[in-house]
């Protein structure tokens, strides 16, 4: 059976240090027509379950804790019976959006999770947020990177949490040695490559001085 990535969009807001704004997210579902796992629960529950199907969903693994991030990962797994694995430094962040809710598991660096017969490896990928991850799956010649990696640079790092330097060093040291040709599927927007991001990392190296 073979392995695909599923894609949906869901529309929200986001919201942190007394600043809201409208925004679209990517959902990811790693699976076959059987198992899957979920990288990020944004806004409507009902659009990912209709991405899922009727497949067993064996992990909501959220990139990082920012509530555009995991608005519904409570939901998603009370109605499909899965664990939310989150980094722990990212607890902070979570606890903002769901103080009485503790996530089911924790995501650590070079952790695997395996699902219709690829691996994940979990890279911590700290800058957007604390305890933000990617997920690489060599096999499907992809990284997911949430917030961390865009198409045309680093994520976001003027808020709470966030630092420009920790991001850039995540991008340089975990991310831009994958190979060239891996697919990067981001937390919003567009895909891209680490070939056509990695020429552009002194120019964003630049913008820290």
Same mark, same amino acid.
């Given at each position: 059976? =073979?392995?695909?990535i599923?894609?949906?969009?869901?529309?929200?807001?986001?919201?942190?240090?007394?600043?809201?704004?409208?925004?679209?997210?990517?959902?990811?579902?790693?699976?076959?027509?059987?198992?899957? $796992?979920?990288?990020?629960?944004?806004? @409507?529950?009902?659009? !990912?379950?209709?991405?899922?199907?009727?497949?067993?969903?064996? =992990? !909501?693994?959220?990139?990082?804790?920012? @509530?555009?991030?995991?608005?519904?990962?409570?939901?998603?797994?009370?109605?499909?019976?899965?664990?939310?694995?989150?980094?722990?430094?990212?607890?902070v962040?979570?606890?903002?959006?769901?103080?009485?809710?503790?996530?089911?598991?924790?995501?650590?660096?070079?952790?695997?999770?395996e699902? =219709?017969?690829?691996?994940?490896? $979990?890279?911590?990928?700290?800058?957007?947020?604390?305890?933000?991850?990617?997920?690489?799956?060599?096999?499907?010649?992809?990284?997911?990177?949430g917030?961390?990696?865009?198409?045309?640079?680093?994520?976001?790092?003027?808020?709470?949490?966030?630092?420009?330097g920790? !991001? $850039? =060093?995540?991008?340089?040291?975990?991310?831009?040695?994958?190979?060239?040709?891996?697919?990067?599927?981001?937390?919003?927007? @567009?895909?891209?490559? !680490?070939?056509?991001?990695?020429?552009?990392?002194?120019?964003?190296?630049?913008?820290?001085?």
């Open positions: 059976m =073979a392995t695909r599923d894609h949906a969009v869901t529309s929200g807001t986001f919201s942190l240090d007394g600043q809201t704004f409208d925004v679209d997210n990517n959902v990811w579902v790693i699976g076959d027509d059987h198992e899957c $796992v979920v990288i990020d629960a944004p806004h @409507d529950v009902e659009t !990912i379950l209709r991405t899922v199907g009727d497949r067993r969903v064996r =992990a !909501i693994l959220a990139t990082h804790a920012h @509530d555009d991030h995991v608005r519904v990962a409570p939901e998603l797994a009370e109605a499909t019976g899965a664990p939310v694995l989150l980094h722990p430094d990212d607890r962040l979570w606890d903002q959006v769901h103080p009485e809710v503790v996530p089911d598991g924790e995501l650590s660096d070079g952790q695997t999770i699902v =219709a017969g690829v691996v994940l490896t $979990v890279l911590h990928t700290p800058g957007h947020s604390p305890g933000a991850c990617s997920f690489h799956v060599p096999r499907l010649g992809a990284v997911f990177t917030d961390t990696l865009f198409a045309g640079g680093p994520g976001a790092t003027g808020r709470s949490f966030s630092d420009f920790t !991001i $850039v =060093a995540s991008i340089r040291d975990r991310l831009l040695g994958l190979p060239p040709e891996t697919v990067v599927h981001t937390g919003h927007g @567009d895909r891209t490559t !680490i070939g056509d991001e990695a020429p552009h990392l002194e120019e964003w190296l630049a913008r820290g001085h």
